[in-house]
């Protein structure tokens, strides 16, 4: 039976308390591993969660793999909390001492005065996976790393991440024609925002949940991203057309360190460190390159494909010709530059994206206007007591469900928590909230369909889960479908509690 994305949040929370447990702190004690001495843990901020980042992941696990336990990673999600700059606090939190490790992508290091990494994601220039494991390989990565200590940060190593391609909303973005006008996200980058403006269009850095409301109204046409992430956000609905054969630049990290927290720890615990980061590294593009199934996937939820024809992308590399003239007035990155072009041309370019049949096309616009579940849906303020007997009903523990009421949106809740999801055009979306505080972040989002026996079945990246649903005026409620061949309920108590075990009225 597979985890609910329901679940997700929660369980990312017991990852981290179980880290933290008999932490001494991140800057002081416990510095001798091993011996039956307390483990040491380092707080590592990131500006997403480990779900969306398979490599940072496998850093984390091969750490406690190889000191033992004795050297944990405490994970700190969202830092930033979706701001433009919040890659840079994450940088900045490195720097001063707030976190001892941090995670962030190597375009935003010249908006911070570095420009020694941003070869890395010159337009369209890096365009394959096994160009970007080259890179990795070469000498390339470590000559780059020497310029951080300019921003008070040790960089540990240089991670490949997933390529990222344009995706829009009313159409592909396929040649020059297309860009020419349209507003563009793209994280913050000064390369990347001079990119986009070298292809005619206007480039904006929102993400999360900005992304979202730019999107939906119409005040954004486009944005880059992995297929990894693309599939996670259930970006779909709302932006079906992805270009395949087009490659902007790949997502390389940089795993990064507090230099004065490296000097406290031993030399063992910084070889553990140091080891991690490199075997992370050399299987960094292997851990996302699994494009073609999340193509098929993405392609059942609504997603369409279009290849750019080889006019189109000669067309898109002359526009960029301003780029690179721009880039290469510096010496340091003209030579990288030189270099990843001389591995670009002896590494095999590797197969194409396999678009599925029936991929292609016109994107389907939803369910419809007869879709007796459009619109959103609250239940009442639920107390902490209401809440535990839900959950323990559900099928878990008392303690498990007062641990669920009091960080229900990974705050602290004292008083009541209200559930609302949205339903519209085929994509849903669940918010739980406490205390009154705005439901700005989904706990899980995903398509849905009605069936026509009295049945919505709703779908996210993890898993598809059948409720029958039951409306009498403007009371909804939702039952628990078992479809397990062992009559097992596919329901968590999670998410039977956040979905099944109330009432919702609707409010819009």
Not at 310 to 330: H, I, K, M, P
Request: glycine share 12%.
């Amino acid at each position: 039976m597979r985890t609910h994305g329901w679940l997700r949040p929660f369980a990312l929370l017991g990852v981290v308390a179980i880290v933290a447990a008999g932490c001494t702190g991140s800057s002081a004690g416990g510095d001798k591993a091993g011996g039956g001495g307390e483990p040491v843990v380092l707080r590592m901020a990131m500006n997403s969660g480990l779900g969306s980042t398979p490599v940072i992941q496998y850093f984390v696990g091969r750490i406690h793999e190889l000191s033992g336990g004795d050297l944990r990673i405490e994970v700190v999600n969202s830092w930033g909390n979706f701001s433009p700059d919040a890659e840079q606090q994450v940088v900045r939190a490195v720097s001063t001492g707030k976190a001892d490790l941090g995670w962030a992508e190597t375009r935003l290091f010249d908006t911070m005065g570095d420009t020694s990494l941003q070869a890395l994601t010159a337009p369209m220039l890096i365009d394959s996976y096994p160009l970007e494991q080259a890179v990795i390989a070469s000498e390339v990565p470590g000559q780059m790393l020497e310029g951080l200590g300019k921003l008070g940060v040790s960089g540990l190593a240089i991670l490949g991440d997933g390529l990222h391609k344009p995706i829009a909303v009313e159409r592909p973005l396929i040649g020059l024609a297309d860009w020419k006008g349209i507003t563009f996200r793209s994280f913050r980058s000064q390369g990347q925002a001079e990119a986009i403006q070298a292809l005619g269009a206007q480039p904006t850095d929102v993400f999360g949940p900005s992304l979202d409301e730019g999107l939906d109204k119409g005040e954004i046409q486009g944005f880059d991203k992995n297929l990894l992430d693309y599939q996670i956000n259930i970006m779909e609905p709302r932006a079906p057309y992805v270009t395949a054969n087009v490659n902007l630049w790949p997502g390389m990290d940089v795993l990064l360190a507090n230099p004065g927290r490296l000097t406290r720890l031993t030399d063992e615990q910084r070889g553990w460190l140091r080891r991690a980061a490199a075997d992370a590294a050399a299987r960094s593009t292997g851990l996302v390159d699994e494009e073609d199934q999340i193509v098929a996937t993405v392609c059942r939820a609504g997603a369409r494909f279009a290849n750019a024809s080889r006019a189109d992308l000669t067309a898109l590399r002359q526009a960029f010709g301003l780029v690179y003239s721009s880039l290469e007035q510096n010496p340091q990155t003209k030579s990288f530059i030189a270099r990843i072009k001389e591995l670009k041309e002896s590494t095999p370019s590797g197969a194409p994206l396999a678009i599925p049949a029936g991929c292609t096309g016109s994107a389907s616009k939803g369910q419809g206007t007869n879709d007796p579940l459009t619109g959103t849906w609250q239940t009442a303020k639920l107390t902490e007591s209401q809440m535990v007997r839900a959950f323990v009903a559900a099928g878990g523990s008392e303690k498990d469900g007062h641990a669920t009421f009091s960080r229900i949106d990974d705050q602290e809740t004292k008083h009541y928590v209200v559930v609302t999801l949205t339903f519209q055009d085929g994509a849903w979306a669940e918010y739980a909230t406490g205390d009154g505080r705005p439901a700005t972040v989904p706990g899980s989002r995903g398509t849905y369909e009605i069936g026509d026996d009295g049945t919505v079945t709703l779908d996210e990246p993890c898993c598809t889960t059948t409720f029958r649903y039951d409306l009498s005026g403007d009371t909804l409620r939702l039952h628990g479908v078992k479809l397990d061949p062992t009559g097992a309920t596919l329901l968590d108590p999670t998410g039977a509690t956040l979905f099944a075990s109330f009432p919702f009225t609707r409010s819009g």
